[in-house]
């Protein structure tokens, strides 16, 4: 096998146009790779669990929540079909809607939360160990409001009164969204600085960067994510970049999208990969077939067992007793 440690990292809300500040680290680019989905949790079932999700709500009020609590549980993911080859699955994320609230970890060997720690992981060196697969993820750039109280209080007015239809300030809007970029950028910028380690990891690790969506600071229309992005493509304009065991840099212009990314891995650990959806339907029959073996064998059994009941019954004694001494009679 070409590599024995993953390292998977999710910088959320990151878009293309700050891939640039990450390039350096990494052998290999995708110009367009595409997400498929404008927020956290769609986008990273389709990351991690290797399925195009059709349509998948957005949730922007917190009562709503509970309608996907669990939602991931009932979906395998890639720690599942990594496990199959002795892989072990250990992930530090940011929390939110990557937290064991909506059924995140149920077949991860290790789900961490920012809930569990108190800190958010923003870029400190952590490696894989030997045969795991390590998933990073941090919401530091997609937290760009929480810059100060300031912010995060035009931001979310503003979001709150475009996600009802209302009317907004327009100045006070073009100032946040001016502020709010910049705010972005320094954030990406830090956590890129941050991220230098990785040119000099071990050549045994496969490391991916990538992000879920993107941001827009564009206008009403196509503002932050999810709901308020929706009639935007740039929303889907994410980076993709791997560090591969080579020197030589590659750029891939065909396309490529957030649920190929499981087979991606499979395809550079040289391992046949199973899809999600086929190893589903594979052990669906097996159990099937096991439940029917198990269903024939306790027939014969209880058949059996009638058998020995009849046979040592007292009415059956009686008859064939009956039977001997009417025979001894003739
Ligand atoms: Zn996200």
Excluded at 131 to 142: I, Q, R
Aim: glycine share 4%.
């Amino acid at each position: 096998m070409k590599y024995d440690r993953i390292l998977l990292i999710s910088i959320d809300a990151l878009s293309k146009k700050y891939e640039y500040l990450f390039e350096d680290y990494f052998t290999t680019k995708y110009d367009k790779y595409r997400s498929t989905a404008t927020w956290t949790l769609p986008a990273h079932l389709n990351i991690l669990c290797g399925i195009p999700f059709p349509k998948l709500f957005i949730v922007s009020r917190m009562k709503d929540y509970d309608k996907y609590k669990d939602y991931a549980s009932n979906i395998p993911t890639i720690a599942t079909l990594l496990r199959d080859f002795d892989f072990k699955s250990r992930a530090v994320t940011g929390g939110g809607f990557m937290s064991s609230f909506f059924g995140w970890g149920n077949d991860w060997d290790k789900w961490e939360t920012t809930e569990d720690s108190r800190n958010e992981w923003c870029g400190e060196k952590i490696l894989p160990k030997k045969n795991e697969l390590l998933f990073l993820h941090t919401y530091y750039v997609h937290n760009w409001f929480h810059a100060n109280a300031k912010m995060k209080e035009a931001f979310l007015e503003t979001k709150n009164k475009l996600d009802a239809g209302l009317p907004i300030d327009q100045k006070k809007y073009r100032a946040l969204l001016k502020e709010g970029e910049k705010e972005y950028a320094k954030r990406a910028a830090f956590l890129a600085k941050k991220l230098s380690w990785i040119k000099n990891i071990n050549r045994h690790t496969l490391v991916i960067l990538l992000s879920d969506h993107a941001e827009l600071f564009f206008g009403v229309g196509s503002f932050h994510h999810g709901n308020l992005a929706l009639k935007n493509k740039k929303i889907f304009y994410v980076p993709l970049l791997l560090k591969e065991n080579t020197a030589q840099k590659t750029v891939v212009t065909d396309y490529m999208y957030d649920y190929l990314i499981p087979k991606l891995i499979f395809d550079k650990l040289e391992l046949p990969f199973e899809s999600v959806a086929k190893r589903v339907l594979r052990t669906n029959a097996e159990l099937k077939n096991e439940l029917a073996m198990i269903y024939h064998s306790r027939f014969w059994k209880l058949l059996a067992f009638l058998r020995k009941i009849k046979k040592n019954s007292l009415f059956f004694r009686w008859q064939s007793c009956r039977k001997q001494k009417l025979l001894a009679n003739e």
